[in-house]
């Protein structure tokens, strides 16, 4: 029997730079804190663990090299640690997960979104079809299998990952599919307070047009982080704002107060029957 009110947690999260362990625990301790607040669904942001690959956007790919294979041997296998530890919490709070990874596979790296359900089991796991613009030069292309709602403790989900809300027909796959909850997911820290801007306006809409929740959470750079990520270029700059982790209703109306800065989470009560009223 499906809830009748479902309480999501959109998390704004600071990854540990360089630990997949790292991040994988902050990812854990969060989890427990939403879980504590009455949370069933916890949502975190793009390929946050072990950190999505904010060098790529500032970095000429002939000075990218060392970077980029730091990343890929701190990536996540699946299976492998990350994906236990996190069904493991998951399963030990009985909630459901939604979490942004970077997936090592073979040689390649890729944008991949896990789905946990409450026992703790992975139902799904989707990669990123195209990456966007300097992403290409980091993440291999993912494919279509993904584009699917999943039957999960919290109702019918729906993920997708940051400019793929840019695609119509990606979108429309998740909506003829009947979702009822829509995950979505960004880096943040970038670009600038017009990243934040287009964020809310895809996902409102898509929410409106869906008539389903979206949750989104976006990730977050501290001025320090910034600072080391950009290496003496000074385009640490290009690495702030962006921010917008926020929780929509299915009439495209903000639930509560976005979180714009800072680490954090946005927490609301999903009231499944304005899906049907929509």
Known sequence: MKPQRVRAAAVQLSPVLYSREGTTE??????????????????????????????????????????????????????????????????????????????????????????????????????????????????GQGHGDGLVAVDTAVGRVGQLACWEHYNPLARYALMADREEIHVGMFPGSMVGSIFADQIQVTIRHHA????????????????????EIARGTGLEGALGGGCFTAIVSPEGVLLETPLTDGEGMVVADLEMSLITKR
Not at 119 to 137: C, D, F, S, V, W
Request: hydrophobic share 40%.
């Open 208 to 227: 409106l047009e869906s008539g389903c929740f979206f949750v989104n959470a976006t990730g977050y750079l501290t001025t320090e982080q910034r600072q």
């Open 26 to 139: 902050k990812v854990c301790s969060a989890i427990a804190e939403a879980a504590s607040r009455g949370a069933q669904l916890v949502v975190f942001p793009e390929t946050v663990v072990p950190y999505y690959p904010y060098f790529s956007f500032i970095l000429a790919p002939a000075a990218m090299g060392k970077a980029h294979l730091q990343l890929y041997e701190q990536a996540v296998t699946v299976p492998g640690p990350t994906t236990e530890a996190v069904g493991e919490a998951a399963r030990r709070h009985g909630v459901v997960v939604s979490l942004g990874i970077n997936e090592r596979d073979g040689g390649s790296l890729y944008n991949t979104q896990l789905l946990f359900d409450a026992n703790g089991a992975l139902l799904q796991r989707r990669r990123k079809i195209t990456p966007t613009y300097h992403e290409r030069m980091v993440w």
